[in-house]
């Protein structure tokens, strides 16, 4: 039972000395830094033999005497375009006409008329049935007419 005291009595000094570098730490990172503070803020402090000479890059301040200390913005360098500094060459005539402006979308009702289209086919059908019974009745007619008013001459 010895070595399990000894090792739990290890275990317990490395976790005591453990937290207290975690203490020592933490004090260290609760101290104020004004170095750190103002370079968060976007603040550069440089001490010069007059004093303190600030540097704003985010701020521009009321007083005019601080104005004096606003840096001006970095200039980005000027994006060149690798193909637009090519020399073009002329594209061909039949390439010259945008293929976007000839396509046409579709009607809005494709899908329906997709899905009913067996159905129209047979009333199609259903209805020239129709209009053709409707001619042959309307010759009968005609033909009954005729026969009529040759028979009364």
Known sequence: MSDGEDSLERAAAERRERLKALKAAKELSETPDDDDDDS?????????QDGLNLKFRNYLPHDKQLQEGK????????????????PAAEPPAEQAEDPFLNI???KPNWDLRRDVQ???DKL??????????LMEEQEKQKQLEDGNMTAED
């Open 40 to 48: 968060r803020n976007g603040v550069d402090r440089n001490d010069d």
């Open 71 to 86: 840096l001006n913005a970095p200039e980005l360098p000027k994006f060149e375009d690798p193909v637009a500094a090519e």
């Open 104 to 106: 046409a979308p579709k």
């Open 118 to 120: 067996k159905k129209l």
């Open 124 to 133: 199609e059908r259903r209805t020239q049935k129709a209009l053709y019974k």
